[in-house]
């Protein structure tokens, strides 16, 4: 099974900072990675496709990108609405995996 | 509107069944790969189950945790997924997820959620 390993598990940023978040993926997964967005009792919300694509509606504050084995969710000015769990998803080979989240708090 | 609405979920005993459903409207259903995905209280999202579509000969996918117990089915007539969850266990505790390929992606659609307890 290909393992994605997300960090930080959690942290605590002020607004406006730049965010990162990023996942490593166990085996080679090209570019078939999504970030979901998850508010409290929300279901999850795609925020980027294939990687480095942003989905319909998505803030373009919100980016994403691929070192490698290495994916990351970056955030370039950090509003008051992002607050929330975000997870990324490999479905290049099944069992689709995902990371195990991160939950990200506004100081 | 792009609509997945989930039902059936409840409180059962282990080793016990329950289906669960999903309605989908507002996009071509049966151009649609559907997914389920369950999220334990407090924890992280668990892919469960995968179903193709009838050129792709309706395969379906599991996760190893469970593969010989849940199935999913889905009725293109109707736009309807379903979960049948068969010897529950209390780890399957969790909420349920309807999730399918609705039009731009993999999961770009997601229903509510149904709760499923499995509970003595």
């Known amino acids: 099974d290909i393992q994605m390993t997300q960090s930080p598990s959690s942290m605590s940023a002020s607004l406006g900072d730049r965010v990162t978040i990023t996942c490593q993926a166990s085996q080679d997964i090209g570019n078939n990675l999504i970030w979901f967005q998850q508010k409290p009792g929300k279901s999850p919300r795609p925020m980027i496709y294939y990687a480095t694509n942003l989905a319909n509606g998505v803030p373009s504050r919100f980016s994403g990108s691929r070192s490698g084995s290495d994916y990351s969710l970056t955030i370039s000015s950090l509003e008051s609405e992002d607050m929330a769990d975000y997870h990324c998803l490999q479905y290049k080979q099944y069992p689709l995996t995902f990371g195990s989240g991160t939950k990200l708090e506004i100081k | 509107a792009v609509q997945l609405v989930e039902s059936g979920g409840g409180l059962v005993q282990p080793k016990e069944s329950l289906k669960i459903s999903c309605a989908a409207s507002g996009f071509t259903f049966s151009n649609a790969a559907m997914y389920w995905v369950r999220q334990a209280p407090g924890k992280g999202l668990e892919w469960v189950a995968r179903?193709?579509?009838?050129?792709?000969?309706?395969?379906?996918y599991y996760a190893d945790s469970v593969k010989g117990r849940f199935t999913i089915s889905r009725d293109d007539s109707k736009s309807m997924v379903y979960l049948q969850m068969d010897n529950l266990k209390t780890e399957d505790t969790a909420m349920y997820y309807c999730t399918g390929d609705s039009s731009q992606g993999v999961m770009d659609a997601w229903g509510q959620g149904a709760s499923v307890t499995v509970s003595s």
């Open positions: 179903i193709r579509t009838k050129p792709n000969n309706y395969a379906t």
